[in-house]
């Protein structure tokens, strides 16, 4: 596997050096910099780099290069991983990951390279199992400063579940699970929509006792339509009943429901689980069966690409009335319920670099302003209701140029916040928690949709 780890500061300079095997020498380093951190000519660096039968896999995060070394045909997405799962660690235990914070703390840095590296082989890179016996004054857990018995420490690191000891205890067992969904629209100057996806990331933050077994639903188009296939069969009853004992209504934490459920089934193009899910199970069934880690985690990633419910409708109207000025009209609707708000909502309508002055006209809601660092007329609205529309007129006066160049048109661009309401129309149908102690336990669910590359082109 890996031979050799490497942290380089942005001037080239090691930081951290460890090898794992004796087919590499610590010169090996010299040879990334040179021919990579050093090297005028690679503008735009491959993150992998082969040098002879030598594999130099690399990221880069902040001012610092990190770099795994093999000789091996070893798998590039294992090996990036391991970076990603790296810099995590650094984060999680010094809170930031730069140059600095690896002088200072080079000592522990070895010692997590020495407990998640052997010979070259990733092991386990649990943050909260790390924590129990990786410590130095400012990151110590708990349970040591309380003696934790050793055996549990191994038994946590060896175990089948790394990522969650069987002694947690909690007054009041809760489960808080957040839906968020990230819009991308390109909608060209005609209306055509060039791109509508979404990407969305279920984030849970678990306080529950013991070893609880969680069983999560969605609203996956494949699971509902075996349902109901199932169901014409005569045999959707099976093995309900053992599911639904010590269940409860899942419960909201803001506002309606306006945006979300609406029945629909949804096609999940291709999601991404935390290694605490049983894709046994997700494979047979569709069931999302897990042991959660204790705190806040992130459960699962997914996208979709049909039925995307765009939030925003906006028709823009630009019209350049020779080269003196240029006169805007947008209107902006939202398609969402009336119920549901959007916040922190801000649009970005492009201006030709050769802007002087801008008279800006808004029949609804919100505050716009002219910037030009920004080249851009910028229409703040710190609160837009489901089902209404607000529109924007401005002119735009423009200086004469020595050698006229035509305007590039950069499309308009959306920033918002949408609280319970999804784009993808995904739904958590339920959220069922067993343990063997029968404990009753409380389930709030959020679900929020912004904007992520949401673009108008005029």
């Excluded at 080239?12 to 010169?27: A, T, W």
């Excluded at 391991?82 to 703390?105: C, I, M, P, T, W």
């Excluded at 969402?336 to 050769?354: E, G, H, Q, W």
Aim: one cysteine or more.
């Amino acid at each position: 596997m890996l031979s050799a780890v490497f942290i380089y500061n942005q001037k080239g300079e090691v930081l951290i050096s460890r090898l794992y095997r004796h087919d590499v020498k610590r010169s090996v380093a010299d040879v990334f910099r040179v021919h990579v951190i050093s090297s005028p000519s690679a503008v735009v660096r491959s993150p992998v780099t082969t040098l002879g039968s030598t594999s130099f896999f690399h990221i880069r995060y902040d001012n610092l290069w990190l770099c795994a070394v093999a000789k091996n045909n070893a798998s590039a997405a294992m090996v990036f991983e391991f970076l990603y799962r790296l810099l995590g660690l650094g984060v999680s235990y010094f809170g930031r990951f730069d140059e600095e914070a690896v002088k200072s703390n080079f000592v522990l840095i070895y010692e997590l390279l020495d407990e998640i590296l052997d010979f070259g082989y990733p092991q386990n890179m649990e943050v909260d199992t790390l924590k129990l016996y990786v410590t130095t004054e400012s990151v110590r857990s708990r349970n040591v400063v309380e003696g934790q018995v050793p055996q549990s420490i191994t038994m946590q690191a060896t175990g089948s579940t790394t990522w969650r000891r069987n002694d947690i205890v909690y007054k009041k067992n809760e489960a808080f699970v957040d839906v968020i969904e990230s819009v991308n629209l390109i909608l060209s100057a005609k209306g055509t929509v060039l791109r509508a996806d979404v990407q969305g990331q279920i984030v849970m933050r678990s306080f529950l006792s013991g070893m609880p077994e969680c069983k999560f639903g969605l609203n996956d188009k494949l699971v509902l339509d075996r349902d109901a296939a199932s169901g014409a069969l005569g045999r959707s009853g099976g093995g309900s009943g053992a599911l639904s004992s010590g269940s409860r209504s899942l419960g909201t934490r803001a506002g309606g429901m306006g945006g979300v459920g609406d029945g629909e089934s949804v096609e999940i193009a291709d999601c991404q689980f935390h290694q605490c899910v049983r894709l046994g199970r997700f494979d047979t069934d569709r069931t999302i069966s897990f042991i959660p880690p204790d705190g806040e985690f992130e459960l699962m990633r997914y996208r979709t690409t049909e039925n995307v419910n765009l939030p925003f409708k906006v028709l823009p109207v630009v019209r350049e009335l020779g080269k003196s000025c240029v006169e805007y009209e947008v209107l902006i609707k939202s398609n969402f319920s009336s119920k549901l708000s959007a916040t922190n909502m801000a649009v970005s309508i492009p201006t030709p670099p050769n802007a002087t002055k801008c008279r800006i006209k808004v029949t609804g809601v919100g505050k716009a302003k002219y910037h030009p660092e920004e080249n851009a007329i910028v229409w703040k609205i710190s609160r837009f209701q489901g089902l209404q529309e607000t529109s924007l007129t401005a002119v735009v006066d423009l200086a004469p140029m020595a050698k006229p160049t035509p305007w590039s048109r950069p499309p308009i661009s959306l920033d918002f916040q949408v609280l319970m309401f999804t784009a993808s129309g995904l739904l958590v149908r339920f959220l069922k928690v067993f343990e063997r102690s029968n404990y009753q336990s409380v389930k709030w669910v959020r679900y929020m949709t912004k904007a992520g590359s949401y673009e108008i082109r005029i």
